[in-house]
C-alpha cells in the first residue's frame, strides 16, 4: 500500500498566487521526484532529487529533499492556468533496487483565471 | 529522442478474456517498469524489468506477467481479465533504474466489461 502521504490533497488557487505542497513518510528514501500529470495522460517528471537537503528548481517550480530524507516540498511560484492537474511526488525506497517508485496519493492543482 | 512509447491508448476486453500490452523505452534506456493507476489505489507498482530479467515485483497476482526483449521492449500480460482489472497501465523508462530519471508513457487504458 501507499507509504507516502501528501497534502493537501486538493487546491484552488487564482492565477499569480504560489504553491506549495508536501509529501512525508515514516520510511527513509534515497530519492524524490515530483511529476505533473493531465486528465488521460502519464505522468511528466518535474524535478529529481538524489541527496538529503537538495533544493533544485526548474523554472517557476522548486523542490526540496528534507535533510531527513522523509519528506519534500514542491512550490510553484506565479501559478498560471495550465498548471492545473494532479502532481505526485513519488520515492524510492533504500531496500527496493531498480526503478521501483512509491507514489503518493496526489495534489488536484486548480488555477482560476 | 522519442520519449517512452506505449500501445494500444485504448481498449475494451470481456471478463475472462486476456490482454497485452506494449512499451518501447527511451532509446539507451535499459530498465522498463510497469504501473496501475486506478482511482481508488492511486498508481501502483507491478513489476520491472532490466535487461530481460525481472529485478522487482510488487503484490499484484500471478495473472499479471511481463517480459522483456533483447532490444529493451517490454510487454505485460493479464489473464482472466476482472472487472477490477480496469485501469490506466503506465510504463516507465529508466537508464539504469536505481538512482535515475524514471519517465513514463502516455498509458493503455484498459476497460473490462
Known amino acids: 500500500g501507499q507509504q507516502l502521504n501528501q497534502s493537501p490533497q486538493s487546491m484552488f488557487i487564482q492565477e499569480g498566487e504560489d504553491v506549495s505542497m508536501n509529501c512525508t513518510s515514516s520510511s527513509i528514501f534515497n530519492t524524490w521526484l515530483w511529476y505533473k500529470q493531465d486528465p488521460g495522460e502519464g505522468p511528466v517528471l518535474l524535478i529529481a532529487l538524489y541527496k538529503a537537503g537538495e533544493l533544485t528548481s526548474n523554472g517557476r517550480l522548486t523542490a526540496q529533499f528534507g535533510i531527513t530524507r522523509k519528506d519534500s516540498f514542491l512550490n510553484i511560484s506565479a501559478s498560471i492556468p495550465s498548471d492545473v492537474g494532479i502532481y505526485f511526488c513519488?520515492?524510492?525506497?533504500?531496500?527496493?533496487?531498480?526503478?521501483?517508485?512509491?507514489f503518493g496519493e496526489g495534489t488536484q492543482l486548480t488555477v482560476n483565471p | 529522442k522519442a520519449g517512452v512509447t506505449q500501445t494500444p491508448r485504448y481498449l475494451i476486453k470481456t471478463r475472462g478474456q486476456q490482454v497485452t500490452l506494449s512499451c518501447s523505452p527511451i532509446?539507451?534506456?535499459?530498465?522498463v517498469s510497469w504501473y496501475q493507476q486506478t482511482p481508488g489505489q492511486g498508481l501502483q507498482f507491478l513489476f520491472e524489468?532490466?535487461?530481460?530479467?525481472?529485478?522487482n515485483k510488487g503484490n499484484f497476482p500471478g495473472r499479471f506477467s511481463g517480459r522483456q526483449f533483447s532490444n529493451s521492449r517490454s510487454e505485460m500480460n493479464v489473464s482472466t481479465l476482472e472487472l477490477g482489472d480496469s485501469a490506466l497501465y503506465l510504463c516507465a523508462s529508466s537508464p539504469q533504474g536505481t538512482g535515475n530519471t524514471i519517465y513514463f508513457g502516455e498509458g493503455s487504458w484498459l476497460t473490462v466489461v
Open positions: 532509446s539507451g534506456h535499459r530498465s
Open positions: 524489468y532490466f535487461s530481460e530479467t525481472q529485478r
Open positions: 513519488a520515492g524510492q525506497l533504500p531496500e527496493t533496487s531498480g526503478s521501483r517508485l512509491t
